[in-house]
């Protein structure tokens, strides 16, 4: 029998992580998502502040050390969890990076400059785990029985959405895109067609937007719900959270989404999405 799998979130906002207690109901830290796929190892979505939390999560349990891990991109707030993952530092552990290679770097580079003295005292090229890359280059890739596709996006310096598939099941992961691009916005509305769910980022209110971030990288919860329709996506998980916006602004935004995507849903530390 095909087994059901949970997408967990680890990690919900944006930019840098928030411990303020007006905005602790959704989650204080950066971008990270993961799921236990049985045999084939623990996936993960990006390796924010939430990254340390699912490593000390996985390793008090049995099973396979092997971890898969999806980089959307490599702006801090999406990788700085790395040297705290609990799995690094256990020899049992294998761990694969996947990412696209930025301005002619590998993924072995940047990642390795992240993690080295004088920024972290351990080098990433001595931990106790074995570290393994691979570059997507548009190809699906197999990680057990979910197919797992990638798509660029809008945002400075580069950024991947990504496609999980299991079974007749889609969720799509779409953080950090800039909406505007008639025709990137176009590929991400065929790329999330008719998925059971679609996170996508809705960092900025509209009227945030257009008085100061527009070029910025992000989107706004309004193009979060036309991308959600225009898909006809199942449900909407709005993400990424400005770290500026309180739980109170957070509910604002999803009772004005709601109007028009009943399923709107605010990403919160500990939600699951079954797949």
């Not at 190892?41 to 699912?54: F, M």
């Not at 036309?226 to 957070?250: G, M, S």
Request: a negative charge.
């Amino acid at each position: 029998m095909e087994r059901d799998y949970k997408l967990r979130f680890w990690g919900v906002r944006g930019t840098v992580p928030t411990s303020s207690a007006r905005q602790m109901r959704y989650g204080g830290n950066t971008s990270c998502l993961g799921a236990d796929l049985g045999e084939a190892g623990h996936l993960v979505l990006d390796c924010g502040t939430g990254l340390r939390l699912l490593g000390n999560e996985v390793m008090g349990r049995e099973g396979p050390h092997r971890y898969h891990i999806f980089l959307s991109h490599y702006h801090l707030d999406h990788i700085i969890g790395i040297p705290f993952f609990h799995p690094l530092y256990d020899a049992e552990s294998t761990i694969t990076f996947y990412g696209f290679a930025p301005n002619g770097l590998s993924i072995q580079e940047v990642l390795e400059r992240l993690m080295r003295p004088p920024y972290f005292p351990v080098a990433l090229k001595n931990v106790p785990a074995k570290v393994e890359y691979v570059t997507t280059d548009g190809t699906p890739r197999k990680v057990g029985d979910v197919t797992v596709s990638s798509l660029g996006l809008n945002h400075p310096n580069g950024c991947h959405a990504y496609r999980l598939e299991h079974g007749d099941r889609r969720i799509v992961y779409a953080t950090d895109h800039e909406h505007g691009i008639v025709e990137t916005d176009e590929a991400l509305v065929r790329f999330a067609s008719g998925a059971d769910h679609l996170i996508y980022d809705a960092m900025y209110q509209e009227r945030e937007y257009e008085r100061l971030r527009r070029g910025w990288g992000h989107s706004t919860w309004y193009a979060a719900v036309r991308i959600a329709l225009a898909a006809k996506a199942k449900n909407l998980v709005l993400f990424h959270h400005n770290p500026d916006h309180t739980d109170e602004e957070l509910e604002k935004i999803l009772s004005l989404a709601k109007e028009e995507v009943p399923s709107a849903r605010i990403a919160s530390e500990g939600l699951e999405l079954p797949f």
